[in-house]
């Protein structure tokens, strides 16, 4: 049971990782953060069809009520998961992520209520303190060369 | 603004089974400038110690079919250090893991070690390289500020456990984390389980994956055995999440 939790999580961290850490880099395969991060004050058109490419997968909204000057709500597209639907939506201001929120998550079985009572709110809390670590680098066991792209030190190469 | 600080490079480059990740000066980048002398000299080493490659000199000295007088210098001193760690570990960390001569335990960690020093040789006066997730930092990240290492938590994917922060220092990791258990207690020849991972932290990285190497492998005798060592300091997790870490640690916590 733990073993399945464990391998959810890491599948779940991953996109997470993916999502967290916004930028205009190339090769993210699963997900893409867009925006320019300005805010009710920018531009608050759609994205042009001509940048919205295959990983493109979050839209942003500027005009979401209750935003404060300077930051930008960020809704990602449902990502269709082996354990179901899951979508995110990021509050991100002065390019900080400053909250995560599950906007649809697996509900039907019991891994997926654990999931949804255990894991989502670990991985958020998780990943805005590893963010907010300010790190150069992440040493841990060795990642293949497979791996890696799901790592943190990836996500640091692309320019966190 | 995504993208490397003002007038740094990150490259990140496959080899060696995983991915090597360099933070250099902007001026390093180029060809043929230091980095791209540093990546040529890594994957000479992978096709020279590769034992995934039955053409390497290492798998041929392993088969017979090559003398070491006959291979490359570093061979013999790639060899020559692993023998050093062996007797310092008492055996727990070997060049013949499972009876065959696969170096890979000291390999990587000195490739990476000697990849960074290139580039202190031409000039850099600050940079790191990450082989996999074992880090040799030079110099410091900026005027009166600290390297930050993340070190992750090998119970729960994607957080860290601890950041340590120093300059010129080294950091590598031994776990489970990716590949399930991999490092055999060559005593006994069985997987050792009793560490989710161990962490080594100090002056050279050829050192310091040698160390969480033998520290993994020694499980319970891991504290003990890291506290004697001089110049090096470690910190462990145990897989019920227990950790411990050695009385010199604290020097290196950011």
Redesign the interface.
């Given at each position: 049971m733990r073993r399945a939790i464990?391998a959810i999580?890491?599948t779940i961290?991953?996109l997470?990782?993916l999502l967290t850490f916004?930028?205009?880099?190339p090769a993210i395969p699963t997900a893409t953060v867009s925006g320019t991060g300005g805010g009710v004050t920018s531009t608050s058109s759609p994205v042009p069809a001509s940048e919205a490419g295959p990983g493109q997968s979050f839209s942003t909204d500027s005009q979401a009520g209750g935003l404060q000057t300077g930051e930008t709500t960020l809704t990602g597209q449902v990502a269709s998961t082996v354990y179901g639907p899951v979508q995110v939506q990021l509050l991100v201001r002065r390019?900080k992520i400053i909250k995560v929120s599950i906007l649809q998550q697996p509900e039907s079985t019991v891994h997926d209520l654990q999931i949804g009572q255990f894991a989502f709110p670990?991985?958020i809390s998780?990943?805005l303190?590893?963010q907010s670590?300010?790190?150069?680098?992440?040493?841990?066991?060795?990642?293949?060369?497979a791996?890696?792209i799901q790592s943190?030190?990836?996500a640091?190469?692309?320019?966190l | 603004m995504a993208g490397p600080r003002s007038g740094r490079l990150r490259h990140a480059e496959h080899v060696m089974g995983t991915v090597v990740s360099f933070d250099v000066p902007a001026w390093a980048g180029g060809d043929p400038g230091p980095l791209g002398r540093a990546v040529r000299w890594l994957h000479w080493v992978d096709a020279t110690f590769s034992t995934y490659r039955d053409d390497s000199e290492m798998s041929r000295l392993g088969r017979g079919s090559l003398a070491l007088a006959d291979c490359a210098p570093e061979v013999a001193e790639v060899l020559a250090a692993c023998a050093d760690v062996s007797v310092l570990s008492g055996g727990y960390f070997t060049a013949t893991p499972g009876g065959r001569l696969d170096p890979s335990g000291y390999v990587k960690g000195w490739a990476i070690e000697h990849a960074a020093a290139m580039l202190t040789e031409s000039g850099s006066t600050a940079h790191t390289v990450n082989g996999g997730g074992d880090i040799q930092c030079v110099g410091d990240r900026g005027p009166g500020q600290p390297w930050r290492v993340g070190i992750t938590d090998p119970l729960r994917p994607g957080a860290l456990a601890l950041v340590v922060a120093g300059r010129d220092f080294a950091v590598a990791t031994s776990g489970v984390a990716e590949r399930g258990p991999h490092i055999i207690n060559p005593h006994t020849g069985q997987p050792a389980t009793a560490l989710a991972s161990v962490t080594v932290v100090g002056p050279s990285l050829a050192a310091a994956d040698a160390y969480a190497t033998a520290a993994f492998a020694m499980s319970r005798h891991a504290r003990d055995w890291a506290e004697s060592l001089d110049g090096y300091e470690a910190f462990a997790i145990a897989p019920d999440g227990a950790t411990w870490q050695t009385g010199g640690l604290g020097a290196y916590l950011g």
């Open positions: 464990l999580t890491g961290a991953g997470v990782a916004k930028s205009h880099a390019h670990q991985l998780e990943t303190s590893a670590a300010k790190i150069d680098a992440v040493s841990g066991a060795s990642y293949t060369s791996g890696y943190l030190q990836s640091l190469d692309r320019g | -």
